[in-house]
């Protein structure tokens, strides 16, 4: 279904940017001046910034939480990550 | 074998894997440059964004040659 197949895209993308933050962390903590890697990580921290956005924007948090506005704890109503991993592998 | 003998004569005997002199008995890890990055997607799925690093163990381990 196409709505699922976005909500995997954004969520995918979330993912990417986000593991590759953590190797460059991993880099930098031996390599503190290295400018190549300080840059590489701004960049997707920013990057990483706009895709969480746009994902909750459609689909509510990643993280436990309430969002302006609700009236329920919508946390429990998201798909559970072993229902999006169901999803991602129907997709 | 790890070790092979270098072509220049100052140095004892080098590393397959790197060209830094390396004394015996003495535990070392070549120290990592930042190149050779994968793309995001691919990085996460390979487990890693260097492919320097990106060394699955396929039975007998990583080729002698030291690229993988």
């Known amino acids: ?91 | 074998m790890l070790f092979q003998p270098c072509n220049n004569d100052t140095s004892n005997g080098c590393a397959v894997f790197t060209d830094q002199p390396i004394s015996l008995a003495m535990a070392y890890v070549a120290r990592q440059e930042w190149q050779d990055l994968y793309e995001t997607g691919l990085g996460l799925s390979r487990g890693t964004i260097f492919a320097q690093l990106d060394k699955p163990f396929e039975r007998e381990g990583t080729t002698t040659d030291g690229t993988r």
């Open chain 1, 1 to 91: 279904m196409a709505q699922d197949s976005t909500r995997q895209t954004l969520i995918k993308r979330v993912q990417m940017y986000e593991f590759a933050l953590t190797e460059a962390n991993l880099f930098l903590d031996t390599h503190p001046d290295n400018q190549e890697a300080l840059a590489y990580y701004k960049k997707y921290s920013e990057l990483l910034q706009q895709a969480k956005a746009e994902y909750i924007s459609r689909y509510g948090l990643l993280e436990p939480g309430v969002m302006e506005g609700d009236t329920r704890w919508r946390w429990v109503d998201d798909p559970w990550p072993w229902e999006m991993q169901k999803e991602q592998e129907e997709v």
